[in-house]
């Protein structure tokens, strides 16, 4: 395992990018959050369940927000990033959903 850590860069650097992944998750799982409420209020999307909403939601802002990234950063987007930002989406809609269930759950509980 150290030879692998080793070949990345080190410990600091993979912990580094961890942290970036992470934020990146967090902030994209904000907007789809956010989106989704604010989309939930027209009638028509109404009707549609809210996970389908959500997934939708963040295929389309996960890879937004990662291009919007890379571009501020002046660093080029392959096309395997792009498509593993669309990999990504599916964690950040999942990260979305549980988010506000977990709330729900936590307001329940201790306000009664």
Request: charged letters at 15%; one cysteine or more; aromatic letters at 10%.
């Amino acid at each position: 395992m150290t030879e692998i850590l080793a070949k990345i860069g080190g410990a600091e650097e993979v912990a580094t990018l961890a942290g970036i992944i992470m934020a990146f998750i967090g902030v994209c799982a904000f907007f789809t959050t956010v989106v989704t409420e604010g989309l939930k209020s027209i009638r028509a999307i109404n009707r549609m369940p809210t996970k389908l909403v959500c997934y939708i939601v963040a295929l389309v802002i996960t890879p937004l927000v990662f291009v919007a990234a890379m571009a501020y950063m002046d660093q080029p987007a392959e096309w395997f990033m792009v498509f593993a930002s669309f990999l990504a989406s599916f964690v950040v809609a999942k990260v979305s959903m549980s988010g506000w269930d977990d709330i729900a759950e936590l307001t329940t509980r201790l306000i009664r």
